[in-house]
């Protein structure tokens, strides 16, 4: 919300695998790297505008390095200026401290 990509992009492994198994046509399914998650999210910026999440649910896997986030964000899409309202359920997997995959799951008609 704040565009702080570069505190963003820091929480990411280099190599980390990004999934949208809902995206429609138009939009990437599947991001590798920093480099292409960045300019995802600069993609992201002329299409909408999003202006709150609420606090996650988190949902952690026992003795794995995996755990779910379940999370709303709202805000407005440039397109049409209809409202942004969006439940996601985010899939992660986190190694070193770093995230190394990240599968979002998401409604592709809210756009």
């Known amino acids: 919300m704040n565009k702080d990509y570069e505190g963003f992009l820091d929480l990411f492994d280099e190599d980390i695998v990004f999934e949208f198994p809902y995206a429609p ?8 790297g920093k480099r292409a998650l960045k300019q995802h999210l600069d993609m992201l910026d002329t299409l909408l505008e999003i202006r709150s999440f ?3 649910v988190i949902h952690v ?5 995996v ?27 986190v ?4 995230i190394v995959r990240f599968q979002d799951y998401w ?3 809210a756009l």
């Open 61 to 65: 896997s026992a003795e794995s390095p």
């Open 54 to 56: 609420t606090k996650p």
């Open 95 to 98: 190694k070193n401290g770093k």
């Open 107 to 109: 409604n592709p008609l």
């Open 25 to 32: 046509e138009a939009l990437p399914q599947f991001l590798k």
């Open 67 to 93: 755990f779910i986030a379940q999370y709303e964000g709202n805000g407005t899409v440039f397109a049409d200026g209809k409202p942004y309202e969006q439940k996601y359920i985010s899939v992660v997997e």
